[in-house]
């Protein structure tokens, strides 16, 4: 069965650096997500992509965010200068269309120390 | 806006126990209603859904029913099993976006 995998499973940076993200969608699929768990909290989404643009983001998604689907199989999340509250569980997501039928990474944990 | 609340874990059971979730939700329009469940060291799968009031969503023994004069959308399971095991998110989508709206998740242990 397709899957979306994510790499790497858990990342620990410092405060102040730059992180990248990297998931690779299942390969028909054209919307692409990413969500956030802050621990014990709700999972929150963050931003989506469709035809190599962000359709539709959060007020979670500042500038310190960006998104990029560099070649035709990897989609990632930057996060240009990591903060403390940046630590969470990210999940990446695609679906094959609008309507839904969303299948989601394992998710990569970030600590920022 | 959007909003899905969730019964607060961990649920612990003994195995063959029947199991209710609460999911409580307020939502613009219609909202289509979802139950994920995230095992151990996997990501979010998609469990049941309801598009409609008064729909049932079933898998895998779950069940849940979209009431929509309660707002509600319980999840249950007649005999869990140690395998199910697992957090449980409901979420929903309305307002014209397909992007949905989660809960906090809600954490269950079964023992054998």
């Known amino acids: 069965e397709p899957e979306v995998t994510q790499t790497p499973s858990h990342q620990v940076t410092q405060m102040g650096q730059e992180v990248i993200l990297r998931c690779v969608p299942i390969s028909n699929h054209l919307y692409f997500y990413w969500y956030r768990q802050i621990l014990g909290q709700k999972v929150e989404f963050l931003v989506s992509?469709?035809?190599?643009?962000?359709?539709?983001k959060s007020e979670i998604f500042d500038d310190q965010f960006s998104v990029e689907r560099p070649d035709g199989s990897n989609f990632t999340l930057k996060i240009r200068s990591t903060k403390l509250e940046d630590s969470a569980m990210y999940f990446c997501?695609?679906?094959?269309?609008?309507?839904?039928?969303?299948?989601f990474g394992p998710g990569t944990r970030l600590t920022v120390l | 806006g959007n909003s899905v609340t969730q019964m607060e874990g961990p649920v612990t059971l003994s195995e063959e126990a029947f199991l209710t979730i609460n999911c409580t939700y307020t939502a613009t329009g219609y909202p289509s209603l979802f139950w994920y469940v995230q095992y151990p060291g996997e990501g979010l799968q998609l469990l049941l859904k309801?598009?409609?009031?008064?729909d049932k969503g079933s898998n895998k023994g779950f069940e849940a029913t979209y009431r929509k004069e309660t707002t509600s959308f319980h999840l249950e399971k007649g005999s869990v099993q140690v395998s199910d095991s697992a957090v449980y998110f409901c979420a929903l989508n309305s307002g014209g976006s397909y992007i949905p709206t989660f809960g906090r998740g809600t954490s269950l242990i079964v023992h054998p």
């Open positions: 992509f469709y035809n190599n643009e962000i359709s539709e």
């Open positions: 309801a598009t409609k009031a008064d």
């Open positions: 997501a695609s679906s094959d269309t609008a309507v839904h039928n969303t299948f």
